[in-house]
């Protein structure tokens, strides 16, 4: 007989209700979440988007909401959680699980303090809100001691440059960029459910930000806000210069998530715009393959918005969209000097001399360092040097697209502690999934690289990191790349070799398509924001799958993984045959592919 047996439900109840929070915090949940999906006390679609998760902070908290809904809608089942996560496979990988067995069955937890009455008010969330945040706290202070490791919200952020300094309109919005923070005290989810957000979110479109209102998008009018002027999504998604794409609902973004995910979710109402032009090419992403769904076919036409009354300015023309300059929303800046060439980061230019502002593929440098390094120059005139557009850079800084910080500021570029200094050797956003998340991130000591701890390849384990130099997989590769392989390769010998012999080399292809993945198009899930792509393609795939194949060593041959990498974009010119700016992207990051798996392997054609 089953020693769980002669425990009441209620004690079980109470027991699972105080362990909760200490079971969310387990290390790798997958496979305890497995565990109850095997056994129906976890819904499917839960387990789907807990799964993919790559943020330890956002995972424990999906955890714990599995969890706490267990306890609150099917209490009934709390007896068969703790049987199906007492087996002794699931204890051995979860030590808190067999500390809680144990407390179980040698009725230790019979000594627990009495729980207070539940209290549902204002007062207690607060109380517990704050109980939660000190322990977060402990923990960030305790694996600092471990590591070197970068914030996910860097501190000052929203600290702007010195009170003589002139300023754009946008930049002064630049103290309410908790747009992109983490939830404040008693709030949950993600940004779109938030209080705060109430009436506005924060959108992207390729690298031009913007605020959604949502009331007007509710309403068919111009609701998207760039530097004081409006635009309907189909203009918006055109000042971005993605025009072509015609399908605003998959190219703007809250969060990496599209917005026709949120209004299918109903987390956004959207009208239907008006038409301006009787014909329209069908969009990529729209119901291409379905002549049944009316609102997508609409939404694929330039839009006619059904008011202007809110927008401040004359109404346009026939409706043409306002002129803006589209540099003015980028947050990027393709840049070159001389044979060099980088990226210049926005949100850290302060001038020639502050500000590591321009990202090459070995380092961070200012502008002055940047045209040194390219022109061996001491007394070169970075304005002038430095070409964006084949325009020298000082024509961003006269339409006032880039800002100069005046002598006087005290931001953090501009007056740099010992520790800002360090982190502007690295990246402020994972090279993998392109964000800060809300978690810590891993600086690789060679490199300005920095990732996430399970975005990286294979997944970055505490035990590795300490007081010794950690090498990113890219590091690694390059390293070791002259002594791997000496003689020239045939393809066909490597697609057969047994992958474990060459676990670097497709570590290294992934987190390499990856990082040229930059709007994250080929990364997730295609089923979760196109409604037909399953009547369309029958056996989808996407990066991520692949990362967690080859992470959990699901792979036998080198071929293997090859073959679902070309799958990726076998479906993508299959899906997207109409739409050749989509289509393009599937067959660049094809062409990447193929010549780095060429030079990878040492093949020669």
């Known amino acids: 007989m089953d020693p769980l047996d002669f425990l009441e439900p209620a004690e079980l109840l109470t027991f699972f209700h105080c362990r909760k929070t200490e079971m969310s915090c387990m290390e790798n949940p997958q496979t305890f979440l497995n565990q109850l999906r095997d056994h129906n006390l976890i819904p499917e679609d839960k387990y789907k988007t807990t799964i993919r998760m790559r943020s330890k902070d956002k995972m424990r908290r999906a955890v714990y909401e599995i969890l706490d809904c267990l306890e609150k809608e099917n209490s009934d089942h709390i007896p068969l959680f703790w049987r199906c996560v007492f087996k002794d496979v699931i204890m051995n990988q979860y030590p808190i699980l067999k500390l809680l067995h144990n407390s179980l069955m040698d009725g230790s937890f019979h000594f627990d303090p009495k729980l207070p009455e539940r209290r549902e008010s204002e007062e207690s969330d607060e109380r517990g809100s704050s109980k939660v945040s000190d322990g977060e706290e402990k923990e960030a202070k305790s694996a600092k001691k471990k590591r070197k490791l970068r914030s996910g919200s860097s501190e000052g952020d929203d600290e702007q440059p010195g009170s003589s300094a002139k300023q754009t309109p946008g930049q002064k919005k630049k103290a309410k960029k908790i747009h992109f923070s983490s939830p404040r005290k008693g709030e949950a989810g993600e940004i ?34 760039v530097n004081k002027k409006r635009f309907t999504p189909s203009d918006f998604e055109k000042l971005a210069g993605k025009g072509s794409a015609k399908n605003w609902k998959l190219s703007i973004r809250c969060k990496d998530t599209p917005l026709g995910k949120l209004i299918k979710d109903g987390h956004l109402k959207a009208a239907v715009y008006k038409r301006r032009i009787k014909q329209a090419r069908k969009s990529l992403f729209a119901a291409s393959h379905s002549n049944t769904d009316e609102e ?15 927008s401040g300015e004359e109404t346009e023309e026939q409706g043409e969209p306002t002129q803006v300059n589209p540099d003015h929303g980028k947050t990027k800046f393709k840049v070159s000097c001389g044979a060099l060439t980088g990226t210049l980061y926005k949100s850290r230019f302060a001038s020639g001399k502050c500000g590591k502002s321009i990202r090459t593929e070995l380092s961070w440098m200012s502008p002055e360092e940047f045209v040194n390094t390219a022109l ?41 502690k010992h520790k800002d200094l360090d982190d502007e050797k690295n990246d402020d956003e994972c090279c993998v999934c392109k964000s800060d998340g809300d978690e810590d991130m891993v600086e690789c000591d060679q490199c300005p690289r920095s990732f996430h701890q399970n975005c990286h390849l294979p997944h970055i384990d505490d035990t590795l990191l300490g007081d010794n130099k950690w090498l990113c997989t890219f590091c690694v590769f390059k390293l070791t790349e002259e002594c791997r392989y000496p003689d020239e390769q045939r393809t066909e010998t490597i697609m057969s070799r047994q992958i474990s012999q060459h676990s670097l080399e497709c570590q290294y292809l992934l987190l390499y398509l990856c990082n040229e993945d930059e709007e994250q198009i080929f990364a997730t899930n295609p089923r979760q924001y196109l409604e037909n792509y399953c009547s369309v ?5 996407w990066l991520d799958k692949i990362a967690d194949r080859l992470q959990r060593n699901e792979y036998q041959t080198v071929g293997e993984f090859v073959s679902d990498v070309q799958l990726i974009f076998t479906n993508s010119a299959t899906y997207n045959r109409n739409n050749p700016e989509y289509l393009n992207m599937g067959e660049h990051l094809k062409h990447l592919f193929d010549r780095e798996f060429k030079k990878a392997f040492n093949i020669q054609d």
């Open 537 to 541: 393609i029958k056996t989808p795939m």
């Open 296 to 310: 997508d076919s609409e939404d694929e036409e330039e839009a006619q918005p059904l008011s202007e009354e809110a």
């Open 376 to 416: 061996n120059q001491r007394d070169a005139a970075w304005r002038k040097d430095i070409l964006y557009k084949g325009k020298p850079l000082s024509a961003l800084i006269e339409a006032k697209v880039l800002m100069l910080h005046s002598l006087l500021c005290k931001c953090k570029r501009c007056k740099p």
């Open 192 to 225: 779109w459910t938030w209080p705060i957000y109430k009436t506005q979110l924060p959108v992207t479109c390729g690298e031009v930000e913007g605020t959604l209102i949502r009331d007007k998008l509710s309403k068919g009018e111009k609701c998207i806000l």
